[in-house]
């Protein structure tokens, strides 16, 4: 059963997944809209990015001016609550999200990390994985729990990491999997066809 998906996507900077949801939506790939960006950076390029789409709200509440962490979280939380989202997919959202905020939509918040979790979570994982010396990293889209890139994960690819390569030509190797990945994850969802058992999500995955 495909449902039309109601989105909120959270993002930080620079906006390319942002854009690859944005692009499949309007291409008819992804049946879904994005009710709402929102942001946490002013000056975040992603911004730009969901003005030029025009069909969407965009809202941006930076953690200035609340007094805790768990102030700022429960804020952002009631901003999302009212776009009333099926999914929020965090694309590049660049602060990790307390129970204040995770505990109010369990099961459906999303995330795309560039590292084969649950190796090289938090930031920098291109990075990571490099100084680390493993030969295959890759993106992993996954529900977020209260920990840090340690939901369940409900799709993996994976990308050599060449001899030749630095922080720049391997980020772009796995970032080009990130935009097909996070697509087909929200296809996934938005057909019924991803199911979360304890820590396990099985997918009926079809292929591309
Ligand atoms: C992406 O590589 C995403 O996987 C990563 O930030 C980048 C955002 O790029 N997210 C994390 O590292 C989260 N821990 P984008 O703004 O161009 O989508």
Redesign the pocket.
């Known amino acids: 059963m495909t449902k039309k998906l109601r989105l909120v996507v959270m993002?930080?900077?620079?906006?390319?997944?942002?854009s690859a949801i944005a692009d499949a939506i309007r291409e008819g790939a992804l049946d879904a809209e994005i009710a709402a960006l929102v942001c946490d950076r002013p000056k975040a390029p992603?911004i730009d990015k969901a003005m030029a789409c025009g069909n969407m709200d965009i809202a941006v509440l930076t953690r200035k001016g609340f007094a805790s962490r768990a102030d700022y979280d429960m804020a952002l939380a009631d901003l999302v609550f009212g776009y009333d989202p099926d999914v929020i997919a965090?694309?590049?959202?660049?602060r990790v999200l307390g129970p204040e905020f995770v505990g109010r939509f369990p099961g459906r918040i999303i995330?795309?990390?560039?590292a084969l979790l649950p190796s090289f979570?938090?930031?920098d994982?291109q990075r990571q994985a490099l100084e680390y010396g493993v030969k295959v990293t890759g993106?992993t889209v996954h529900f977020v729990d209260e920990g840090t890139?340690t939901g369940p994960i409900i799709l993996q690819e994976a990308v050599p990491v060449l001899d030749e390569d630095d922080e720049e030509s391997l980020?772009a190797r796995?970032?080009e999997k990130?935009h097909k990945l996070y697509v087909k994850a929200l296809r996934l969802i938005s057909e019924g066809k991803v199911r979360m058992e304890g820590r396990r999500t099985l997918t009926e995955d079809k292929g591309l």
């Open positions: 993002a930080s900077g620079r906006g390319s997944n942002f992603v965090l694309a590049g959202f660049m995330n795309i990390h560039p979570p938090g930031l994982a993106c890139d980020s796995i970032l990130e």
